[in-house]
């Protein structure tokens, strides 16, 4: 079956210090994934996919089909990524399946 | 990226009647796709909205409660019908392209409360 799961509800962190928001797929053919965020009163967003590696506001996410993992990560976290954010898996239909998201936290 | 503009941004509706929601897109696109995010959850996707064909609706989601229009390719509605506090969510369109970079755009939301 189709699943993405993120384990962490919440993650808080203090300014400066290391980000890491995991994410684990299953999936059996080859995957499509994305990371979208959410900030306070705005829309969903992407924010990364997998196939552009490609490092957007200091975040990056390596797939890693042996640990079958799309985790998230930033070396300096800063305030303004505190924001709900969703791992998600696109489908040979090009739906998107969710998982259930963490919010992220960064205190001063 | 397309560009999507959603209404109504917020309802209050009374138990019993239907709300419409409308997607409006500012170019072509084939795949239009609505989701639901109850709250304190995910999306879940109701149904895929394709130009010139019947909606495809995912398990547990069916026509008569969510029935949905897709006119032409920049234009899609949902419906939330025969309303119950259950159906309280927040309801967004997506689009997408066919191209493999591409991750999907989002309207901002309805925001839906029955009473």
């Known amino acids: 079956a189709q699943r993405v799961t993120q384990p962490e509800k919440l993650l808080s962190v203090f300014k400066g210090a290391p980000v890491e928001l995991k994410c684990n797929y299953s999936y059996s053919g080859s995957p499509e994934l994305f990371w979208y965020v959410q900030y306070s009163r705005q829309r969903l967003q992407l924010l990364l996919r997998?196939?552009s590696r490609e490092s957007i506001k200091g975040f990056t996410a390596d797939l890693n089909k042996g640990e079958t993992s799309f985790h998230l990560k930033k070396p300096f976290a800063q305030e303004e990524d505190s924001a709900m954010y969703y791992c998600a898996l696109r489908d040979s239909s090009y739906k998107l399946i969710f998982g259930s998201g963490t919010r992220l936290l960064v205190r001063p | 990226s397309a560009v999507i503009s959603q209404k109504p941004s917020r309802d209050i509706c009374q138990r019993g009647t239907s709300l419409t929601i409308q997607c409006q897109v500012d170019?072509?696109?084939?795949?239009m796709f609505w989701y639901r995010q109850q709250p304190g959850q995910s999306l879940t996707l109701i149904a895929t909205a394709n130009q010139g064909s019947e909606a495809t609706y995912e398990s547990g989601f069916v026509i008569d409660k969510f029935p949905i229009s897709r006119p032409n390719l920049t234009f899609s509605t949902l419906t939330v019908s025969n309303m119950s506090p259950e159906d309280s969510s927040i309801y967004l369109c997506?689009?997408?392209?066919?191209?493999?970079?591409?991750?999907?755009?989002f309207g901002s939301g309805t925001r839906l409360t029955v009473v």
């Open positions: 997998h196939i």
């Open positions: 170019s072509q696109v084939t795949m």
């Open positions: 997506s689009v997408n392209r066919d191209t493999e970079m591409y991750g999907g755009t």
